[in-house]
Every structure is written in C-alpha cells, then in structure tokens.
C-alpha cells in the first residue's frame, strides 16, 4: 500500500505539472462512468469538456485507474464520480485530490431512505430508478453553476429539460413492462444492478452475484438459480456488456442439464454505456435500450 502511494504521489506531481490545453472559459470535467459523462454533457452544453474514465463494457467495480487516469484527474477542474462504493479502487486517490479540487459524488443529494439498503450497504446502482438520476442531474447543476455563476440559467434550463426527458422515459418504461405478464416478470442477471429498476416497474429481480461483480459466487449459488428457473419455468435470462458471460452461460446450462430449456434473452447495459455514436451510447438510448430487450425477451416475442 505504502509503494502505491509513493508511486500515486510521484505520478501527480509529474503530470500536475504539465498542462492540457482545453478551450478557454470550458469547464474540463472528467466523470468516472459514461451514464455520468452523458448526464455532465447533457446539463453543460458546450460550456463544459467532458472525459470520461471509463468506456463502453468496462465494470466500475474492478476498475484501477491507469497512469492517464491520473493524468486527467489531476488536471480537471471537477471530479463527478457515483459513490456509494460504485468505484471501490478509486476511492483513496478521490479522497486525496478532493484536498486540492472539487471532487463531487453524484449521489450526495439522494436522501438515505430513498436509496436500497442489502445487507448494510446501500446500492450504488442509483441510475436505473430516474427519479434518483434526476437527484444527480440537480446535483451536477448546482456544481456547474457555483464554478460558472454566468452561465447559472443555462445549466438551470438544460437540467430542467433533460430531467423532463427523463420522466417520460420513466413513463415510457412503465408502459412496456407493464405489457409483461405478471407472473413472466423475472429479471435474472450475473450481478445485483437491477434492483432499483425492480422497485420502480415492479419486475422481480435475482442477480447471481451481489451488488459489486467483486463478490464470488460458487456452485452452489448456480444451483440455487437453477432451482429457481426450473421451478418458475422461467423463459429467458439475461448477460450484461460489463461482465463476463460465463456465469450465466453456466446458469444456462445448469437448467438444460435438468431437462429446462431457458435462452439467453440479450446482453444489457448496467454499469457501462454502449459505444460512442450509438443508440445505447447515450443513457436515455441505453435505458430505452435495456426496457426492450427486457420486454420482449420476458414475453416471448
């Protein structure tokens, strides 16, 4: 631990030195996810240069940030990050920039008893309940506008209008999930980031690891979600773009051993954004993305 910091502190000393030329009166922001990247952009407009650390199909849980990861983060003018242990090995390098910069967790505003609490910990998973989201939204305009005062009415309307686009999402969403028959509505996924997604379309949720894709599973969990499929007659379950495919692929299996036939109903996005220049690269595209493949997998069609 001790090397690593030695190692963290040379690095930022090094590229704090050096400068990256952005274009003047620009806000420079780096953002640890894509979903919180999109939101920045969404809110900033052309008043701010966002980067994000972490692109399409990367896990945040086990993400380690890289040389160039210091690079950028030394050099922002404001750090936004989700919080709630979402980017547990990032923690400690948040902890000492915040004594020089601005580094600000998205997920501060949302009151306690709105978040889900497993096991004593709270799930970071705040995006997929776009009630929350609208939370960061406001948290993320209010920073803006505390460093930009000038442009304070701008960030206010952009937010205003992109939490509106968000709750017809949230309508949308509930028109679509609500076409799943209720006894089909079974969300079976490698890890539990779909909870708050649960809570707000009343679609029962089963994740075969927990919270962060940094907890084990073993056979026995297999087995046990095995049971379940096998004993609900469940149709479908679902692999995500940030996490190794084995686990499900195993699930799969596991049911057709004992005689169940259950398909893989698509590849879902949870802890990252699809690529750049694509539908699901955006959040709203990526949310919208996510509720059909889930819809018509869960039917059948």
Not at 126 to 141: E, G, M, P, Q
Not at 237 to 251: G, L
Not at 260 to 268: A, C, D, M
Not at 278 to 295: A, C, D, S
């Amino acid at each position: 631990m001790k090397k690593w910091i030695v190692v963290w502190t040379a690095l930022l000393l090094l590229f704090g030195c050096e400068t990256k030329e952005h274009k003047k009166d620009v806000i420079y922001i780096v953002a640890t996810t894509g979903q919180i990247a999109d939101l920045v952009e969404r809110v900033g407009g052309e008043h701010v240069h966002v980067e994000a650390l972490m692109g399409p199909g990367v896990d945040p849980h086990l993400y380690k940030a890289t040389q160039g990861d210091i690079q950028k983060l030394s050099q922002a003018d404001v750090i936004f990050y989700n919080g709630l242990h979402l980017e547990g090995k990032l923690g400690e390098i948040f902890s000492k920039m915040s004594k020089t910069k601005k580094v600000v967790p998205i997920s501060e505003a949302i009151p306690k008893e709105k978040l889900i609490d497993v096991d004593g910990v709270y799930d970071p998973h705040i995006w997929f309940d776009l009630d929350l989201w609208s939370y960061a939204v406001r948290t993320v305009k209010d920073e803006l506008s505390a460093i930009d005062p000038k442009h304070k009415q701008t960030y206010e309307e952009r937010a205003e209008e992109y939490i509106s686009q968000l709750m017809k999402l949230k309508e949308e969403a509930k028109r679509e999930i609500s076409s799943i028959p209720k006894q089909q509505r079974v969300l079976i996924t490698a890890h539990d980031a779909f909870h708050y997604f649960g809570r707000a379309y009343d679609i029962e949720v089963v994740g075969l690891q927990g919270l962060s894709t940094d907890a084990e599973y073993g056979l026995k969990d297999v087995q046990q979600l095995v049971d379940l499929i096998v004993s609900r007659n469940i149709q479908a379950v679902f692999v995500e773009s940030s996490v190794s495919k084995k686990a499900i692929e195993a699930v799969v299996e596991g049911a057709k051993q004992r005689g169940h036939h259950v398909s893989i109903g698509g590849e879902l996005f949870s802890d990252a954004l699809g690529r750049k220049g694509t539908e699901e690269g955006t959040f709203i595209g990526m949310y919208r993305y996510n509720v059909k493949t889930i819809t018509q997998a869960l039917k059948g069609e």
